[in-house]
């Protein structure tokens, strides 16, 4: 059965975005961005938001066909247009790029899903990722922790009362020192 994984990149005080949606922080270098496509190349779909995925559609689709966005980026903007896309909006008409617009999160329908043949799921974006977590649909968070401390902005994991036990899967450092964190469920 494919896996649902939740994958973000935060800062060392746990944040995902600053003040003003800023990430301009993100240290994704060559070498960071080549693993991330290594990473997603294999998966089965993204599941995002209406946000995350408008932000990607306004960027990827065309991203390969600008010479300086050769290597990774031209790389991943192939990857992010073949990849089936899962974009759950109460508000969003149409999406192109092989995306499929979902209205609400039915705990069925996301099992219905990962029992389908394919790879892994990627689940993006904060918000969709806690409707995820509030019914128990995750089963890896993949945490990407740069160096760097921002004070304040959204965090990777809103307020909640439940608590999930996790097993560290793997870990790995990168040039840059940002360090990625592997869990499952335990």
Known sequence: MRKIIYSMSVSLDGFFEGPDQ???WHLVDEELHRYFNERIAGMGGFLHGRVVHELMADFWPTADQDPANAGPMADFAVIWRNMPKY???RTLERADW???IVREVVPEEVRA???QPGGDLG???ADLA???AALDLIDEYWVYVHPVLIGRGRSMFPSTDTRTA???AGTRTFGSGVVE???ERA
Do not use: H, M, Q
């Open 22 to 24: 800023d990430i301009s």
């Open 87 to 89: 974009v759950y909006s």
């Open 98 to 100: 092989n995306t499929t």
């Open 113 to 115: 899903l990962k029992e």
């Open 123 to 125: 689940l993006g974006g």
């Open 130 to 132: 806690a409707s995820f």
């Open 166 to 168: 996790l097993r560290l």
């Open 181 to 183: 964190l592997r869990y």
